[in-house]
């Protein structure tokens, strides 16, 4: 496993790093997330990701139970504030309330006194950025986080709070990047680079469909999450034809290049200097070790251009989560 360094920050994060939405939140039974997290940690993987809002607080306590065994020096532990916490609509967001109580939630859940990053798992539209910086500076301030991030915000909402509170605010941006979505290399890496701000991406394999497991008009696997009731509803925009044909062209540039088509996929987030982690995710214990050999493939020049070409214009233009986070929907 290789390392890179996140952000600003003194924190050296692997390059494959563990996500716990779905699976951890309650998708994946207690002892298959016991069993990944041991993979994990084998794996020499060290950077763990999660949010107060997977599974209301249910992964958070799953990790806490599994993480606390552990020395705490021995893994990086980030998590998020945002999501709606309650069934009170008002539960939610980015005041300087709601983060005060939920930074202190979480730390309970996780059974520590800290998480080394702490993100604003969107942004609030509906609360001042000042007000928002100003709690987030008090949880590293208090030590309850050691450094802040922020997911899914756009280039302008970014810029705004960097006019406020300077470069130092942020170590690390999480957006959903792979090679089916890379809207973020067009304005928010080149903003965040300016500003040492690393990406730690998530569904690098496209929740598993650039693995190739799911074949254009087949019924998909029965242990897969695109036949999962409890974990498939953000694929919609994955499981469609056009989609799964386009991943069946990546096929042969795998074979050809020697590689698993979750390696390539993992191989190609990896390629930008600007990514600290790809946040990968598991139902399995394989599936970590399996991952996990991505880090330090490197894809020559001629892989590189077959996958362009493979790929097309094929690419989704709408967030496979945004629109549903926004319309308030359940974040699971
Ligand atoms: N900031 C945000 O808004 C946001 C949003 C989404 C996710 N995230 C973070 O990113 C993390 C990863 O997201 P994700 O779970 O969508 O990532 P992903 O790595 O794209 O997809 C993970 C899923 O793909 C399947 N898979 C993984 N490796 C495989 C392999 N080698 N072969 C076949 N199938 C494989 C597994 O599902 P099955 O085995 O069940 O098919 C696994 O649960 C989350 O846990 C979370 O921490 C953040």
Redesign the pocket.
């Known amino acids: 496993m290789r390392y890179r360094k996140l952000g600003s920050s003194d924190l050296e994060v692997s390059e494959i790093s563990l ?5 951890y939140s309650g998708g994946v039974a207690f002892e298959q997330t016991r069993a990944c997290t041991d993979a994990a940690f084998e794996a020499g993987i060290n950077f763990f ?2 949010a107060n809002v997977y599974g209301r607080g249910a992964a958070e306590s799953a990790w806490g139970e599994i993480l606390s065994s552990r020395p705490r020096d021995s893994y990086i532990l980030a998590t ?1 504030v945002w999501g709606q916490m309650s069934d009170d609509p008002d539960d939610r967001g980015l005041s300087a309330a709601q983060i005060a109580k939920q930074i202190d939630a979480s730390l309970e859940r996780l059974r520590t006194d800290f998480v080394d990053l702490y993100q604003c ?1 969107r942004f609030d539209p509906d609360v001042p950025v000042e007000e928002t910086i100003e709690a987030l500076q008090q949880v590293v301030a208090g030590g309850k986080a050691r450094y802040l991030g922020f ?2 915000w756009t280039a302008e909402q970014l810029q705004a709070a960097l006019d406020i509170a300077g470069a130092d605010l942020f170590v690390s941006s ?1 957006p ?1 990047y792979s090679m089916l979505w890379r809207a973020p290399e067009k304005e928010l890496f080149p903003l965040c680079s300016a500003n040492g701000i690393s990406h730690i991406v ?7 469909v650039l ?1 190739g ?1 799911y074949r254009p008009g087949e019924t998909p696997p029965a ?3 695109a036949a ?1 009731s409890d ?1 498939n509803f953000a694929m919609d925009r994955l499981m469609n034809d056009t989609i799964l044909e386009t991943v069946e062209r990546l096929r042969p540039v795998a074979d050809q290049a020697g590689l698993s088509m ?1 390696d390539m996929a993992l191989a190609w987030v990896l390629r930008r200097p600007e990514l600290a982690s790809a ?6 214990p394989e ?1 970590v070790h ?2 996990a050999n991505a880090s330090g493939i490197e894809l020559t020049p001629d892989t590189l251009e077959a996958i362009d070409e493979a790929m097309g214009d094929v690419m989704i233009t709408e967030p496979t ?1 945004g629109p549903l986070a926004r319309a308030g929907v359940k974040h699971r």
């Open positions: 996500g716990s939405w779905l699976t990701d999660t998020k798992h997911s899914e999480q959903q998530w569904s690098p394999l496209a929740q598993g693995t497991k242990d897969s999450r999962s974990m979750a946040i990968i995710g598991a139902s399995r599936q399996g991952n989560l």
